[in-house]
């Protein structure tokens, strides 16, 4: 057949060159046309091969998705080839099966369903699986089968999933003598089983007393305790990670402060400052206030007696007040003109008008009649009043007024100054965590523990109805009940976006602020939890501003501003998040 269908070839390019001769152009067409017409033959099937995969397990983190390497060897087409995957111990129940150009799902394993595809091309010798959402379940060995019936391939290839525990949660206790304290740093979740180190602020590590413990549950899940004896004066911050490798790490940081606010060994410069300028700032508002007070009080009582002294001289001397004698020209007048009062003689323009008529009006009558008020009223006359009191309203202000002023972050504020209305927003059921029980309407939320297995889910959350990605929005979440003595335990709100994953970091999508008891409010600036105002607010206000991509937490009752994180910028729609912690029932509630 091939050398037929070289003959035919042979005789179309002597038909062509012929042709050529006649008219060039119509030549050259149809010698491109003979070229592309001429068959290629496809690369034939061998008959046998092998099977290329990785030498080691492939590793991966818990969540995330991983191909498993398979390819034939030399390369050829396998699509009309039978591909299937399966755990070493389970070839009746496939991973993933396809034959007959398609994928067999009915018998596939249920646990695989929706989560595996065949990547990398079977036309390229490549049947690679695809595998989502990795669990810890899925460690261990996957077979990669490859059969054309006459001649058949299989090799074994090894995943290892590894589980990113919790945050660590650092306490601080007081330790017997030499003036430390006693530090504990605590993750749980962890597979394989990690390590700790602990670190000061200035990234050298610290070994001194160190002790850690390892405890596996069932699940095969490593919680990990650190205990370390620490000096709070040799450094500001207290570092402790807890890692698989470089890049699979969580860290937490706390001041090294003992239960009650107070270090073993005095304070440093930096914690003094911090609490004597605010204390000395406010002194001298206060100082400045009340000499304003007395300075403008003084003034009105020296103005009130030289207005009364004027009055008593006028009624002593009827004929002549002090006005009076300052001029020697007036003095004349109130001879001739007994009757005239000093305010017709202050002026020079009227000197003449006292001769004309040598009796006062009722104009002049009202005015000697106002200038007797202020003895009424010794410390102002009513035109002063009018006169000074517009004149120095601004300059005295109230503490309520200073206080108004000084804190712009106040959430009253804000919220009037921009018009932003409240949203009212409930929980959607479809992404709450198996560990959360919702009210009816949606309204409260809560960690409900099950007793026959334990909670293995790193994040206990749910997500709100709604999502924003532009203007300004707030809602608000009641923390503590007023008539509850138990304090919540633990608890964080923020936004998210809708499929952020594990660890809750701005880096992942989660812009969230947490709270425990041990350690107080904090939040996470570039993976490392930061500690932020030591209050324990009953209500807070999450304020959303999507133009200027900020993300502010207020405390509802008094006004203050918690925290703001000004670099919330992604083009996803954000969604609010809600989380009761794990360590309490008390619900949390929305408004």
């Known amino acids: 057949m091939k050398a037929s269908e070289d003959s035919r070839s042979l005789r179309f390019f002597e038909t062509v060159l012929e042709l050529k001769e006649m008219h060039s152009g119509l030549g050259l067409t149809l010698l491109s046309v003979a070229v592309l017409t001429v068959p290629i033959p496809a690369q034939p099937v061998p008959e046998t091969f092998t099977l290329n995969v990785p030498d080691g397990p492939i590793s991966s983190k818990s969540g995330s998705s991983i191909s498993l390497l398979c390819q034939v060897s030399p390369t050829f087409n396998i699509e009309p080839f039978e591909v299937k995957w399966y755990r070493f111990d389970e070839v009746n129940k496939p991973t993933l099966w396809y034959k007959d150009h398609k994928i067999q799902e009915a018998i596939m394993d249920p646990r695989f369903k929706g989560r595996v595809s ?48 919790s945050q660590p949660v650092i306490s601080v206790a007081e330790a017997r003598g030499g003036g430390q304290v006693n530090v504990t740093c605590s993750s749980e979740g962890w597979s394989p089983q990690p390590k700790v180190t602990w670190r000061n602020k200035e990234g050298t590590e610290i070994t001194n007393g160190q002790e850690v413990q390892n405890t596996t549950d069932s699940q095969g899940l490593v919680s990990v305790s650190s205990w370390l004896l620490f000096s709070p004066s040799e450094s500001d911050w207290l570092s402790c990670i807890v890692f698989l490798s470089d890049e ?38 206060i100082c400045a206030l009340c000499f304003i007070i007395v300075f403008k009080r003084k003034g009105q009582i020296d103005q009130g007696l030289n207005v009364a002294e004027t009055k008593r001289l006028i009624k002593e001397n009827p004929v002549q007040s002090p006005a009076n004698q300052t001029t020697s020209d007036n003095k004349d007048k109130l001879e001739e003109n007994p009757v005239q009062s000093p305010a017709n003689l202050t002026t020079t323009d009227n000197k003449d008008k006292p001769e004309e008529n040598p009796v006062q009006s009722p104009a002049n009558l009202t005015t000697i009649d106002n200038e007797d008020k202020p003895e009424e009223n010794p410390v102002q006359s009513p035109a002063n009043l009018t006169t000074t009191d517009n004149k120095d309203k601004p300059e005295v202000q109230s503490p309520a007024n200073l206080t108004t002023t000084d804190n712009e972050d106040k959430l009253e504020d804000l919220l009037l100054g921009k018009k932003v209305k409240e949203e009212h927003i409930t929980t959607d059921a479809k992404t709450a965590s198996l560990a959360i029980r919702l009210s009816q309407k949606g309204k409260r939320v809560q960690y409900v523990k099950a007793k026959d297995k334990p909670d293995l889910q790193q994040s206990i959350h749910v997500l709100g109805n709604k999502g924003f990605d532009s203007g300004q929005h707030y809602w608000k979440v009641k923390i503590q009940d007023d008539d509850r003595k138990e ?60 133009d200027k991509h900020t993300l502010s937490f207020y405390d509802a009752d008094s006004g203050s501003l918690l925290y703001t994180f000004n670099d919330v910028k992604t083009t996803d729609t954000l969604y609010p998040v809600f989380s009761p912690g794990k360590r309490d029932p008390q619900p949390l509630k929305i408004y």
Do not use: M
């Not at 969230?512 to 490392?528: A, T």
């Open 118 to 165: 065949l990547t990398g091309g079977l036309e390229r010798g490549i049947a690679s699986l695809r595998l989502e959402r990795v669990t810890l379940e899925d460690s261990g060995e996957f077979v990669c089968y490859i059969n054309n019936n006459n001649w058949y391939e299989k090799t074994c290839v090894v995943l290892a999933v590894s589980v990113i525990g």
């Open 487 to 546: 304090e919540k335990l633990a608890w964080y709100l923020g936004v998210t976006k809708e499929n952020a994953q594990c660890p809750l970091t701005p880096q992942n999508g989660f812009w969230v602020l947490f709270y425990e008891k041990e350690v107080g409010l904090h939040v996470y600036v570039d993976s490392v939890k930061t500690p932020t105002r030591q209050t324990t607010p009953t209500t807070v206000c999450v304020f959303l501003d999507c």
């Open 248 to 285: 699979w790490k969580t860290e937490g940081r706390i001041l090294p402060v003992l239960p009650g606010g107070d270090y073993k060994k005095g304070f440093t410069v930096n914690q003094v400052l911090l609490v004597v300028l605010p204390v000395l700032f406010l002194v001298i508002i």
